[in-house]
């Protein structure tokens, strides 16, 4: 009994509240990122390569992102906005499956996807917080990815991660090069966040149908 108190003793108390994600994620097999959106006024944005990886986008070549085709995924503090709706022209979106939450070995082990999912486009949201203010208000982001932290203003802010089972769609969209780049899907679960750097694993995934 005392070796089985001392085992879920060490489960329990050997993270920090925002860190507990990260301990449940550690053996999922995929592309780890850390991406620092500390910055409140600007996004960070990123598109999904051929190789199936997150590729940074120079902020020079996006001067007008709401018009541009070429970046899928953004990030601003504890936000994350997708190439649609509000935020672009692009077809990008997100899934999040109801009451389902990414463990590693879910993660895994989830390598196709049914073809009659719903992707939510970007719209606006109150997640915002106004530091100046204390209160948090309207902004534009995806409703669905903006569900995976929630911020407890009355603990220090702290950042408390939902673990939500998220899959992403890429936009697709015609190169410079000539070719064209199909839309994609992408299983995705951010299990960090702190001080504006989000942490997430990710992979590419087939849909009905479509699986080699």
């Given at each position: 009994m005392n070796v089985l108190l001392l085992i879920l003793s060490f489960i329990l108390f050997s993270c920090d509240?925002?860190?507990c994600a990260l301990c449940s994620n550690e053996s999922a097999e995929g592309n780890y990122l850390e991406i620092d959106a500390t910055e409140s006024s600007s996004w960070v944005y990123y598109r999904f390569?051929?190789?199936?990886?997150?590729?940074k986008i120079d902020?020079?070549?996006l001067a007008n992102?709401?018009?541009?085709?070429?970046?899928?995924?953004a990030f601003q503090r504890y936000h994350i906005k997708t190439n649609s709706g509000e935020s672009g022209i692009g077809e990008a979106g997100a899934y999040m499956y109801p009451d389902d939450y990414w463990i590693s070995s879910l993660f895994n082990n989830t390598t196709v996807i049914s073809n009659n999912l719903?992707?939510?486009?970007?719209?606006?949201?109150?997640?915002?917080?106004?530091?100046?203010?204390?209160?948090?208000?309207?902004g534009i982001a995806n409703p669905v990815l903006d569900t995976y932290v929630s911020i407890d203003t009355l603990n220090n802010y702290t950042p408390i991660i939902s673990n939500n089972k998220f899959i992403v769609r890429s936009n697709p969209h015609g190169n410079?090069?000539?070719t064209y780049s199909e839309e994609e899907f992408y299983k995705f679960w951010v299990y960090q966040y702190n001080g504006g750097v989000v942490s997430v694993v990710y992979e590419r995934i087939c849909i009905d149908d479509d699986c080699e």
């Open positions: 509240v925002d860190n390569e051929d190789d199936g990886t997150m590729g902020e020079i070549a992102p709401e018009n541009s085709v070429f970046w899928d995924i719903e992707f939510a486009a970007d719209d606006t949201v109150y997640t915002f917080y106004d530091i100046e203010n204390h209160a948090f208000i309207d410079i090069d000539g």
